[in-house]
Structure formats: C-alpha cells, structure tokens
C-alpha cells in the first residue's frame, strides 16, 4: 500500500515539473514563463520531497525534506519576484493578452527621478557626477 | 544494488520519473538556447535548479542513499543567491 502513495506522489511530481518544463517552451513572454516555473515546478519538488519522507521515515531525512521545502517556499517568490522587476525595467517584450501594466507608473516616476538626477549632474560638474552616482546606488538598493 | 526490486510499481515510478525530467531538462535546453532575452535565460536557471532536485530524489529512491539530500538542500539555496545576484547585475547594468 505505502509503496503505491510513494509512486504516485513520485509521479505526480514529476508530471508538474514537466508541465512547468511545457510552460517554459510554450508560453509567450517572460511573465508566464515565471508564472510557470515558480507554482509548478515548486509543488513537484514539494511533491518529491514528501515521497522520498515516506520512503525512508527517518529523522535526517525529514529535516532535509523540510529544509529544502521551506528554501523552496521562501526563496522561490522573492527570486521570481527582482527578476521581473529587472525585467519589466529592461522593457522586455510582452505577449497579447494583458489588460494592465500595474508597474508603469512606478517605471516613469524612476525614469522622471533619473532624467532629473543627470541634468542636475551636468551643471554641478565632476564632483556632482560623482554624488549622483551614489545616489543611484542608494535608490538601487532601497528599490530591492 | 536497487532497492526497489521488490515493488514494480516503485521501479516503474522512478523509471518513469527520469524520463519525465530528462524530457524537461531538453525543453528548459530548448529554451536557454532560444530565449529572446537576457531575463527568459535566467528563468530557465530556475526551472533546472528544480529538475536536478528531482533528479537527485530519483536517484535517492533508486539507490537508497539518503546522504544525497545535502546535496538538494544546497542546491535550493545557491540557485536563490544565483537569482538575487543575476537580479542585481541586471539592474547595476541598467543604472549605468
């Protein structure tokens, strides 16, 4: 009996990582892409994690299972979550379909602030080019 | 060697489960040669970050050696470090 949820469990990982691999080859653009591979491929490693838990039901090995859940869990969004970011700020291309753009705003405000920065640059001079590179950074980083 | 020899329904699961993530380790292949941009490339990073840790499950339950976990955990969190640092340089590149 146990042998079969472990099959099952192990199989049906495996198919969502595949159906997160079809995702990637099929979908238009980087958004779906992501959308993909963050929930799909995360719940069959989840998936494969609770099989090989119930193939060997030791200690060490559910600590392990969990640990790599939870880096999964917590690490897989937040990683999703700049790489979109970079590239809704890289203007990457978008496929048909979408109704809104919830960012825009946000991205012509930091181009205004930027376009702003650089002209008070080029009338401070040298020393002036220098802080407004600092300035960029600290905004970089505030930003992620 | 295998341990599983006494469940067929288990050897055809772990059989079936590589093939399964050897064909999508060929999509995500298929995909980081292909990709249009920068950002597609670093996504399928993401996706074979999470194959491999399939394959090492499999390859767990094949063999029964549950030392191999390390290597999964480890994986999960490089592939994080890797997402923040390709994040960041992608944006440094912007800001200049």
């Known amino acids: 009996m146990m042998e079969w949820i472990i099959s099952i469990l192990l199989m049906t990982g495996s198919l969502f990582m595949l159906v997160a691999a079809i995702g990637v080859v099929k979908l238009p653009d980087v958004y779906m892409r992501m959308h993909a591979i963050t929930k799909a491929a995360s719940l069959g490693a989840i998936l494969m994690l609770a099989a090989v838990f119930l193939r060997y039901p030791q200690w060490v090995v559910g600590i392990e299972a969990l640990m790599v859940v939870m880096f999964v869990i917590f690490t897989s969004p937040i990683g999703a979550h700049m790489i979109a970011r970079v590239s809704h700020r890289m203007k990457v291309p978008i496929g048909d379909g979408y109704v809104m753009d919830e960012l825009q705003d946000e991205a012509d405000r930091q181009s205004a602030e930027r376009a702003g920065g650089k002209s008070g640059e080029t009338t401070e001079g040298q020393s002036g080019k220098k802080d407004g590179g600092k300035g960029g950074e600290k905004i970089d980083t505030g930003k992620l | ?96």
Request: net charge positive; aromatic share 12%.
């Open chain 2, 1 to 96: 060697m295998t341990s599983t020899e006494a469940y067929p329904i288990l050897n055809f699961a772990i059989y079936f489960s590589f093939a399964t993530l050897t064909i999508s380790l060929f999509a995500g292949l298929y995909r980081l040669l292909t990709g249009p941009s920068l950002p597609d490339r670093i996504v399928v990073m993401d996706l074979v970050a999470s194959l491999v840790i399939g394959l090492i499950i499999t390859y767990i339950m094949l063999t029964g050696q549950t030392v191999y976990l390390n290597v999964a955990v480890a994986i999960a969190l490089l592939v994080f470090m890797g997402n923040i640092a390709f994040a960041k340089y992608l944006k440094r590149r912007l800001d200049q």
